[in-house]
């Protein structure tokens, strides 16, 4: 009985430490933090995030960028946080599933120190070519990429990104090598691939789809399992009917997380609060523009999607060697 009475009011006090850290957490701003600069779709889902969380809960929503290391400095700034509900970080497949597998020096491990809260979309890639190009389509492509093995190449934004880990998945479902040419950001590949130093690209959306309406750039496919609203005649590459690309997919994935030992009564709470955010009109009308589409999922559910990426991507970087230099 004593050792029941004990459990009961050690609870009891871990309970009213966990409510008094909150109600303080709530007399001060919440910030959200994104580990890259301004302008990007990371930060574009955070302002949209900030700013209806802050109205549905009548408190100040703030973005602060820390950019730096491929995402690993604001990653690990909100890791070393107070775990309050105060600080927030915007996750993104890079910075939480990818990173691990490219930086061996991390300082954390995301699956350990940072509470997933609440994960709300998924934004596939665009397979683009020049539109003076002789491929037409994804089969256009194998079959040049077989019949000239390691003499393409394919832009990226950056070595260990998304569009530099895509292609070396679709290099490995074809069998057949192409250089990947990794440059500082998306814009500067884009450019080049319009004045054909490289034959293609896996590019995130909203910047290769101006260049595809202005008669720049030919879409071939994207990544993702289904279609996108913006590019609704674009087919997915696993509709190219090339059967070694048959169910590829490639995607990254957005979602809130806080650091490890934030109460579950906050994440509980967060969590509601930014799934109904998510799923309000102005915000999915937000993520078409970008280019993304809602994927909505709790606590539980973004900590499995990152266990199955994290292992995904792993194995991805192991086999084709990539790294982040």
Not at 1 to 7: A, D, E, L
Not at 69 to 90: I, P
Not at 252 to 271: C, F, H, M, N, Q
């Amino acid at each position: 009985m004593r050792s029941r009475m004990r459990r009961a009011l050690l609870l009891g006090a871990v309970a009213s430490v966990a409510a008094s850290a909150w109600a303080e957490a709530e007399s001060k701003p919440i910030r959200i933090v994104v580990p890259f600069t301004p302008g990007g779709g990371n930060d574009v889902f955070a302002r949209q995030m900030a700013k209806s969380l802050g109205e549905l809960r009548n408190q100040s929503v703030v973005v602060e960028n820390r950019p730096g290391a491929g995402g690993n400095l604001g990653t690990e700034f909100v890791v070393r946080s107070a775990a309050d509900g105060s600080t927030l970080l915007l996750g993104h497949s890079g910075t939480v599933s990818i990173n691990p597998a490219l930086y061996h020096g991390l300082k954390y491990d995301t699956q350990k120190d940072l509470v997933p809260i609440a994960m709300f979309a998924s934004s596939a890639l665009v397979l683009v070519v020049p539109e003076n190009s002789p491929v037409k389509t994804v089969a256009d492509l194998v079959a040049l990429a077989k019949a000239r093995p390691g003499t393409l190449n394919y832009a990226s934004s950056g070595s260990g990104t998304g569009g530099h880990l895509t292609g070396e998945l679709f290099q490995q479902k074809i069998g057949s090598k192409i250089n990947h040419i990794p440059y500082k950001g998306t814009g500067p590949g884009l450019t080049d691939l319009v004045g054909g130093q490289v034959q293609m690209m896996f590019s995130v959306i909203p910047p290769a789809l101006a260049l595809v309406k202005g008669g720049r750039l030919r879409a071939l496919a994207v990544t993702g399992s289904r279609r996108l609203p913006s590019l609704p005649q674009v087919p997915t590459i696993a509709e190219s009917g090339v059967p070694s690309l048959a169910g590829f997919e490639s995607t990254l994935t957005y979602g809130i997380l806080a650091p490890r030992g934030t109460p579950d009564a906050v994440v509980k709470e967060l969590s509601a609060q930014m799934l109904k955010v998510a799923a309000t009109p102005a915000f999915q009308s937000r993520l078409e523009v970008e280019g993304a589409v809602p994927l909505l999922g709790g606590s539980a559910e973004y900590a499995a999607l990152i266990r199955k990426e994290s292992a995904q991507w792993a194995e991805i970087v192991k086999i084709s060697g990539a790294t982040a230099d």
